[in-house]
């Protein structure tokens, strides 16, 4: 035989080549694959054999893109369909040869719960094309040809037949979507393995939020609600992602389930940032980090207000970011708090960092397109986001389990201080007694003591009977009280220590590092009178109009106990005013009553020694020794002492304080008590 020539050979490859593309299928191309189905294809078995296009400016219908004049696809450059956040119509082209026996029944499973638009159309080898899902955003739940929480287009291909599988979608959201077929066998069990991690993790989740719901509830704390909107807002978001909340939720409301990732998201961040601040406290302790955690919130909401409408994909994009950036904010929180409350916070800090993990996948997976082999990036975000609200319910009950004890310890501490105290004013009593003993012998001296001591321990016996009484609403304050009993204390050993007797007990005085300050005497005084005052019905204030300053202390005590006491006898009704103002580099201290009044040449006559005004005589008793002892210890302290002449009406008696008054000491101690 003669060898074919030149031409011939040439004519006979071109002959070969036209046989072969007609025997492909229409729109298909030589140095395309068919994917071999022997049984289910998974996901990145089936995404190796997509072509895919994008139509940008959504002109082309099935027929374009699978007759003659159909524009070139590309082979898919990934493991799964991820083109990013595109505004393309994307359209995949999926060939398939039955290679099995005896399955003609088959599903494309689309593993999403929803996307704006998405159709499936099959093509047969004659160029037939048959619809076999078609979605858009207005299509409810029961549009679904199958029930199912994901999106299943059935389709049939007999053994031995070919046929294209055509997925034309959009969605506003990411673009990345993992795709499947399956039989029916493998698509059910598919369905019994989703559905047990469903229900294991709704009822995790769902036990979580009904125990601090309950919680919330008996106690009544906020810190619960906020816990109790977190996890909810995790369950539903979740719920959402699988399909489920769109299945049984809202089946009817397509539209929102477009848009509800950026509603659940924002609540769950916003709830997340609401628990950290209760949690951690960080309006007291951490009020830096409180301003950054309120500055989330306010810009995470602004992002929302500002591109729900305008640029919804965009805004889509963006939460996933803001996700990851709330969720590193949280556990910065965390750890800022931890340096140095870490036994308060631990818990907290733990389930951020649990909480890391979803967040590290959730950016991955739409951001960088990155899914790991080893677990299925949802199976991962699940058992974070449990670990996490495992953690933070710990966290909301370590939390009130340590307010708890600290309540109880305080409690006791209290019931020991109001012992401590009751003791004191015990052996102050007896000490009083002892006093008032040697009062007989003592004369002047002894008068200035016994009234000295008469009118604060009367109101140190009223204000602590008040104290002990669980009927009795304002108590005293315990520091202020301690200040008041420390005073009357040192007076008592002073006095003692004038008039030494054999018999007399030896009581030791409680050791002091400090002297109270001036605010801290002052409060001492109106506090040790405030319940005489309130037994006659009259109105005792204290106004602190300067900042606080060293003084010496227990003189003081003595001259602002003396005035109050004189004013609250003299006052029928009304009210008392004890004010501190600023007076060049000094202070003044004033005693401001609603009484008959004193000025003028009443007030000098009063300031003498056993001197008693005529007019005061029948209001109440009095030795006429208070304003004298007043202004002794004034003198001896370099302090000085006027009344106001202006007021029409009760008297205004005014202490004043120069700035070197925090160097004075009580030496030239005057041996005389209180006036009246």
């Not at 638009?117 to 099959?122: C, E, L, N």
Request: glycine residues 8%.
């Amino acid at each position: 035989m003669r060898p074919m020539g030149g031409g011939r050979r040439w004519l006979a490859l071109v002959l070969g080549m036209l046989m072969t593309l007609l025997a492909m299928p229409a729109g298909a191309t030589a140095d395309r694959t068919a994917l071999i189905l022997t049984g289910p294809a998974d996901i990145e078995t089936t995404g190796r054999h997509f072509d895919y296009l994008l139509d940008q400016d959504w002109s082309l219908r099935p027929q374009d893109v699978i007759g003659p004049a159909a524009p070139a696809m590309q082979p898919l450059p990934g493991r799964v369909p991820d083109f990013g956040y595109t505004t393309a119509h994307i359209w995949l082209r999926l060939d398939l040869v039955n290679q099995t026996a005896d399955v003609d029944a088959w599903r494309f499973f689309i593993q999403a719960n929803f996307t704006q638009q998405i159709a499936v159309y099959r093509v047969a080898t004659d160029g037939t094309i048959a619809t076999l899902l078609n979605l858009t955003t207005d299509s409810p739940f029961s549009a679904r040809p199958i029930d199912f929480p994901q999106m299943v287009a059935p389709f049939d291909l007999s053994p031995g037949e070919r046929a294209t599988l055509l997925v034309a979608y959009y969605s506003q959201g990411s673009s990345r979507i993992s795709m499947s077929v399956e039989t029916p066998d493998s698509f059910a069990a598919r369905s019994r393995v989703q559905e047990a991690k469903n229900y294991a993790f709704y009822g995790m989740m769902g036990v979580l939020a009904l125990m601090a719901g309950v919680a919330l509830l008996v106690l009544g704390q906020p810190v619960f609600g906020a816990y109790v909107a977190y996890v909810l807002s995790v369950l539903v978001y979740v719920a959402h992602a699988d399909g489920v909340a769109f299945q049984y939720l809202w089946p009817n409301w397509p539209q929102f389930n477009s848009m509800a990732s950026i509603v659940l998201g924002s609540c769950g961040l916003v709830s997340a940032a609401a628990f950290a601040m209760m949690v951690l406290q960080t309006r007291r302790y951490h009020p830096a980090m409180h301003r950054i955690l309120l500055t989330m919130v306010g810009a995470l909401l602004l992002v929302d207000v500002t591109l729900w409408a305008a640029a919804p994909q965009l805004l889509k994009q963006l939460l996933v970011i803001m996700i990851s950036v709330c969720t590193l904010t949280l556990v910065a929180a965390g750890l800022v708090a931890a340096r140095t409350r870490f036994r308060a916070v631990r818990f907290y800090l733990f389930a951020w960092l649990a909480g890391l993990i979803p967040a590290v996948l959730f950016t991955a997976r739409f951001v960088l397109g990155f899914e790991p082999s080893f677990i299925a990036p949802y199976d991962g975000i699940r058992l974070a986001l449990v670990a996490d609200a495992l953690m933070m319910g710990l966290a909301v009950f370590d939390g009130y389990n340590q307010q708890r004890q600290a309540a109880l310890e305080e409690t006791l501490a209290q019931a020991q201080r109001n012992l401590a105290l009751g003791e004191r004013l015990a052996v102050l009593e007896e000490r009083y007694e002892q006093v008032k003993s040697t009062a007989r012998r003592r004369e002047e001296s002894v008068k200035d003591t016994v009234h000295d001591l008469r009118q604060p321990m009367h109101a140190l016996r009223l204000s602590l009977r008040q104290m002990f009484s669980p009927q009795t609403a304002g108590t005293p304050d315990i520091g202020q009280v301690e200040t008041a009993l420390s005073y009357m204390e040192k007076l008592v050993a002073d006095r003692l220590a004038d008039t030494p007797q054999a018999d007399a007990p030896t009581v030791a005085e409680p050791e002091r590092q400090n002297e109270p300050r001036l605010h801290a005497v002052l409060r001492g005084v109106v506090d040790m009178f405030a319940a005489e005052a309130a037994a006659k019905g009259l109105g005792l204030r204290l106004a602190l109009a300067t900042g606080d300053a060293d003084v010496a202390a227990y003189p003081l005590m003595r001259v602002v106990a003396n005035l109050l006491s004189n004013a609250i006898k003299y006052t029928g009704e009304g009210r008392i005013v004890v004010a501190l103002r600023r007076e060049g580099a000094g202070h003044r201290v004033e005693v401001h009553d609603a009484g008959p009044g004193l000025r003028g040449a009443a007030f000098e006559r009063a300031l003498r020694r056993n001197e008693r005004l005529e007019r005061d005589r029948l209001t109440a008793e009095g030795s006429g020794l208070g304003l004298a002892v007043v202004k002794e210890i004034a003198d001896a302290n370099g302090w000085h002492l006027t009344s106001c002449a202006d007021r029409q009406t009760g008297a205004s008696i005014r202490l004043h304080l120069p700035a070197r008054h925090a160097e004075r000491t009580d030496g030239a101690r005057p041996t005389v008590s209180a006036n009246e």
